[in-house]
């Protein structure tokens, strides 16, 4: 099967799906693609309300290219004056960005955030429709929105609404290993995208993970994308730049059991016996050795005695017996 991932990052056929969600949780840190996708754009314009900006760019050449919008101390007053700023820079994006197949591209590091500052998720979200309308107006521009989510997040329910869109969910490799190894479910298994939607709802790769997020290790993408019947769905690995299939993560493999050790390797003492031991242990006579074993006929008899003193009661017609 054709990857998807390599022509979303290049950002290819942009036009058709200008917003792209990366989601992601707290075992998964989503800042290694997406510094890949703005090392592809053209131009960027970033919107920063929580994070700082060598947190998505590392080269002194990028940050040449990228129109960097602060709101980390948003108000209410200036709201309106800096969503304009946005608007403007997203106008300016032609005669800014270089000519070529690349595309600009406007990011906004957290909708969250964003929707804390406007006073409601409505009001972040109706920004993202006026971004997404001075996007398609830009001619020859082909320019996405991204916004990465930290999952569970109340912007998901109204962004699901805004079509067409490109999600990218971002999984730890411990969350498939999970599901392969310990509930027997790879990803060609038939339940394997509902047991999935189940783990992540619930928060397992967190739990999986320990606490650790995963940033310098292979990454498991789940793209969702648009297509003629409806949705079309793939889980691919994306590793340092490069994406492969999630066989490489090799989850079909049993899992390494660890060597059985000897436990009489640490006594002080030997338990081992000498052949001569074991020889004069097997004359040794068991007490009960033949317990449950048939007798010969003959071997015993039941004798009885009456005498003056049995009482034949009728009502207690036991007989004492002498054995």
Request: net charge negative; with cysteine; charged share 25%.
């Amino acid at each position: 099967m054709t990857l998807l991932l390599p022509d979303i990052l290049a950002s290819k056929d942009a036009s058709k799906c200008p917003l792209v969600v990366v989601q992601h949780d707290l075992a998964q840190s989503p800042f290694p693609i997406l510094r890949q996708i703005l090392a592809a754009a053209s131009h960027v314009v970033l919107v920063r309300t929580l994070y700082a900006m060598d947190a998505f760019v590392e080269s002194a050449a990028l940050a040449t290219a990228v129109s960097d919008i602060d709101w980390t101390d948003i108000d209410g007053e200036l709201a309106l004056d800096r969503r304009q700023r946005l608007l403007d820079a997203i106008a300016a994006v032609p005669s800014l960005s270089s000519a070529g197949s690349r595309s600009p591209v406007v990011l906004i590091d957290s909708l969250d955030t964003l929707s804390e500052d406007l006073g409601s998720v409505a009001k972040a979200v109706r920004l993202v429709r006026d971004v997404l309308s001075a996007l398609t107006s830009v001619p020859r521009a082909r320019a996405r929105l991204i916004l990465p989510i930290l999952a569970p997040s109340r912007t998901l329910a109204p962004l699901s609404a805004i079509h067409p869109r490109t999600e990218l969910r971002l999984h730890a490799p411990v969350l498939l290993r999970h599901l392969a190894r310990e509930l027997m479910t790879p990803p060609d298994a038939p339940r394997f995208w509902t047991l999935l939607s189940e783990l992540v709802a619930r928060r397992e790769g967190e739990k999986l993970a320990r606490g650790a997020p995963n940033v310098h290790g292979p990454t498991v993408v789940e793209v969702v994308l648009p297509s003629r019947r409806g949705v079309l769905r793939a889980v691919e690995v994306w590793d340092d730049g490069q994406v492969t299939d999630v066989a490489t993560l090799g989850l079909n493999a049993p899992a390494k059991l660890p060597e059985p050790t000897d436990a009489m390797s640490g006594l002080s003492f030997n338990l081992s016996l000498t052949s001569e031991q074991q020889e004069a242990r097997s004359r040794v006579v068991l007490p009960y050795a033949h317990t449950g074993q048939s007798k010969p006929p003959g071997a015993g008899e039941i004798i009885y005695e009456p005498d003056s003193a049995d009482d034949f009661d009728d009502e207690d017609p036991d007989d004492d017996l002498e054995l």
